[in-house]
C-alpha cells in the first residue's frame, strides 16, 4: 500500500505520533517498508466456563481460517464480576474440549453415539434416532419400575392395610448441569417431576 | 471500581525511552525526540497546582448519563505557562528533527496565543477545526505539524486535574469509547498486566479508562461486532476494530511481559498496526483528537 507522508499523518492521532514523526522526516520501519504486512484476523467472544456451577467469566479468542473460525485460546474475562479474569487450571484447560496442541481433540464427542446392549463398540447414530431410542427406554424403564401406591406406615412402623397414591418411578434420576439457566433448571425439574421421577439432582456442588 | 493513573515523573519518562530505544533502535531518535517533548510536559506539570473540586454526587451522575466531568472548552491554562511549553516543543522539534522546524519563531508570535484570542485558539484545537496560523505555513503538512505542537502543549494542563477527579470516578459508569474526563479521543489501549483488565488511555488528558473486552466501546450496535488483527505471529500488539462502525484503536497485551506500557511510545512504534488497519479501510478513534461529549 503507497501512502504519502500526509496520508500518513492523516491517519495519526492529535498528538505527536507516528504520521507527525514522519512528516518531521523520521523514516520511520513500517513506513519504509516494502514488504506487504503479513495480516491476521481474530475475534474474541465473551463465554462461561462449562465446568462447575461458580459459571466464570470467559474470553475465547478465535483466528480467522479462510472460511471459517478456529478457537485457539480461552483465558478469563476480566471485565467478569465473578472471576475478574482469573479462571482456576481446569477452566483454563477448557479449549482441550476443542483443540490439544492445535489440533481436534479426537475425543471429543460431536455426535449422538449409541452402544447396544452387549456391544462393546459405540456406533454414530442420528439425533432423530437417538431422542426416540431415548423415549423409549424411559417409557420401558418408567412402566416396569412404576409405584403406584405406597403402603401407610402406623405409629408402631408397621404397614397398617391403608394405601396411599404414590405414582412415581425410582429407577430413572436426573442429573442437572450447572451451566443451566434459572429457568432451564425449573424446566428440566418440571419435567422428571411429570415422568414421576423422584431422584432429582444437580452437580452445582461439584 | 478506580483506576489511578500514574505519571511516569521525569525519572519514568527517562527510563522508558531508554528501555524502548534499546528495544527498538530502529525508532530510536524518533522516540528520542518523543521523549524530549514528554520531557518538557512532564517538567511544566509538575508546576501546575489544581484547585478543581467537584462533589461524588455529580461525579456519578455525569458518569452515568455519559457525560465526560470537565467541559474541555472552559478549562483555565496559565498562558504563560502554555506559550513557554510550546516554545520548548518547538525548539526540541527544530534541534531533533531530521528537517528541522522552520516555524518556531511564527508560533512565538502568533496573535491565536495572545490573551485575548487563546480560548478560541484552544477550543478549534480541541473540537478540530482549522486554525488560522498566517501566511507563511504554505502546507497542509506544515500547518498540521503546528496543531500537533500546540496540542501537545495542552496535555498537561488537562492532566493535572483530570488526576484530581479520577480518583473519585467509578469505571463501571462509564465503559465508553471517549474519555470521562475531557471527552478526548483514544491515543490507545493496554490489557492490564494484572488482569488483562481493558484500558483506553487519552490522548489529551493521558486519563486510563475501562473498556470491556469484546465489546466495541465506539458504538452501540456491537454484539459480536468486535474483532482484531495483528500483524504475522504477534497477538500482543493489535488492532482492536469494529465491523459495524468501521474504528478501530492499537492495544498493546502487558500480561506476561512484567512491565507497564507507555503508550504515547507505544503508539510509535506501532506505525505498522495504524498502515494494516488503513488497508482494511478502518478509521482510527478520534482522528484529530477532536473531543466528545
Redesign the interface.
Known amino acids: 500500500?503507497d501512502?504519502t507522508?500526509?496520508?500518513?499523518?492523516?491517519?495519526?492521532?492529535?498528538?505527536?505520533?507516528?504520521?507527525?514523526?514522519?512528516?518531521?522526516?523520521?523514516?520511520?520501519?513500517?513506513?519504509a517498508?516494502t514488504e506487504p504486512?503479513?495480516?491476521?484476523?481474530?475475534?474474541?467472544?465473551?463465554g462461561v466456563c462449562s465446568f462447575c456451577a461458580v459459571g466464570c467469566g470467559t474470553?475465547v479468542s478465535s483466528h480467522e481460517e479462510g472460511d471459517h473460525l478456529k478457537v485457539v485460546n480461552v483465558?478469563?474475562?476480566?471485565?467478569c464480576a465473578i472471576n475478574?479474569?482469573?479462571l482456576c487450571s481446569k477452566g483454563a484447560a477448557t479449549i482441550q474440549k476443542s483443540y490439544i496442541d492445535g489440533e481436534l481433540n479426537p475425543d471429543r464427542v460431536t455426535k449422538p453415539m449409541y452402544r447396544a446392549a452387549n456391544s462393546s463398540s459405540w456406533e454414530e447414530i442420528s439425533w432423530d434416532e437417538a431422542i426416540k431410542k431415548i423415549a423409549q427406554k424411559v417409557k420401558e424403564t418408567r412402566d416396569a419400575a412404576w409405584i403406584k401406591e405406597d403402603d401407610v406406615i402406623g405409629p408402631d412402623g408397621k404397614p397398617t392395610g391403608q394405601k396411599v397414591l404414590a405414582n412415581r418411578t425410582e429407577a430413572i434420576g436426573s442429573l442437572g448441569s450447572a451451566e443451566l439457566s434459572n429457568e432451564g433448571a425449573y424446566l428440566l425439574q418440571k419435567v422428571m417431576r411429570s415422568l414421576g421421577v423422584v431422584y432429582i439432582e444437580h452437580h452445582a456442588r461439584l | 471500581m478506580i483506576i489511578k493513573t500514574e505519571d511516569p515523573g521525569l525519572k519514568g519518562v527517562q527510563k522508558a525511552i531508554k528501555q524502548y530505544t534499546r528495544e527498538y533502535p530502529?525508532?530510536a531518535?524518533?522516540l528520542r525526540?518523543?521523549g524530549q517533548?514528554m520531557r518538557a510536559q512532564q517538567r511544566t506539570l509538575r508546576e501546575l497546582k489544581s484547585e478543581l473540586e467537584m462533589e461524588q454526587g455529580e461525579i456519578d451522575l455525569k458518569l452515568a448519563e455519559g457525560v465526560p466531568l470537565l467541559n474541555p472548552l472552559e478549562l483555565d491554562i496559565d498562558l504563560l505557562k502554555y506559550r513557554r511549553l510550546t516554545g520548548e516543543i518547538c525548539a526540541v522539534?527544530a534541534e531533533h528533527?531530521?528537517?528541522g522546524?522552520a516555524h518556531c519563531d511564527e508560533i512565538a508570535s502568533w496573535e491565536g496565543l495572545d490573551e485575548g484570542d487563546f480560548a478560541r485558539t484552544r477550543n478549534d484545537l480541541l473540537t478540530g477545526k482549522r486554525l488560522s496560523l498566517g501566511e507563511k505555513w504554505s502546507t497542509?503538512?506544515e500547518r498540521?505539524?503546528g496543531r500537533?505542537?500546540l496540542?501537545?502543549a495542552l496535555?498537561p494542563f488537562y492532566r493535572r486535574c483530570a488526576s484530581i477527579l479520577e480518583s473519585k470516578m467509578e469505571q463501571a459508569f462509564w465503559l465508553r469509547g471517549f474519555c470521562p474526563i475531557c471527552g478526548?479521543?483514544p491515543?490507545m489501549g493496554v490489557f492490564?498486566s494484572e488482569?488483562?483488565?481493558?484500558l483506553l488511555e487519552c490522548?489529551?488528558c493521558h486519563t486510563l479508562w475501562n473498556v470491556?473486552?469484546?465489546r466495541c466501546p465506539f458504538c452501540d450496535e456491537s454484539e459480536?461486532s468486535?474483532?482484531?488483527?495483528?500483524?504475522?505471529?504477534n497477538?500482543t500488539r493489535r488492532v482492536q476494530y469494529c465491523e459495524h462502525c468501521g474504528i478501530y484503536v492499537k492495544t498493546v497485551d502487558m500480561r506476561d511481559t512484567g512491565r507497564e506500557a507507555s503508550l504515547?511510545l507505544e503508539?510509535?512504534i506501532?506505525?505498522?498496526l495504524?498502515?494494516?488497519?488503513?488497508?482494511?479501510g478502518l478509521k482510527?478513534?478520534?482522528?484529530?483528537?477532536?473531543i466528545r461529549g
Open positions: 500500500m501512502l507522508r500526509k496520508d500518513f499523518l492523516k491517519m495519526s492521532g492529535a498528538g505527536l505520533g507516528a504520521g507527525a514523526l514522519v512528516s518531521l522526516g523520521f523514516k520511520l520501519p513500517a513506513v517498508a504486512l503479513r495480516v491476521a484476523k481474530a475475534k474474541e467472544v465473551t474470553l483465558e478469563g474475562n476480566p471485565d475478574f479474569g482469573t | 530502529d525508532y531518535d524518533a525526540l518523543y517533548v522539534i528533527g531530521p528537517e522546524f497542509d503538512e498540521e505539524i500537533i505542537i496540542w501537545e496535555a478526548g479521543a491515543l492490564r488482569d488483562g483488565l481493558w490522548t489529551l470491556q473486552r469484546a459480536g468486535l474483532k482484531y488483527l495483528f500483524i504475522g505471529d497477538e504515547p503508539n510509535i506501532t506505525a505498522d495504524d498502515m494494516a488497519a488503513a488497508q482494511e482510527p478513534a478520534g482522528p484529530g483528537g477532536a
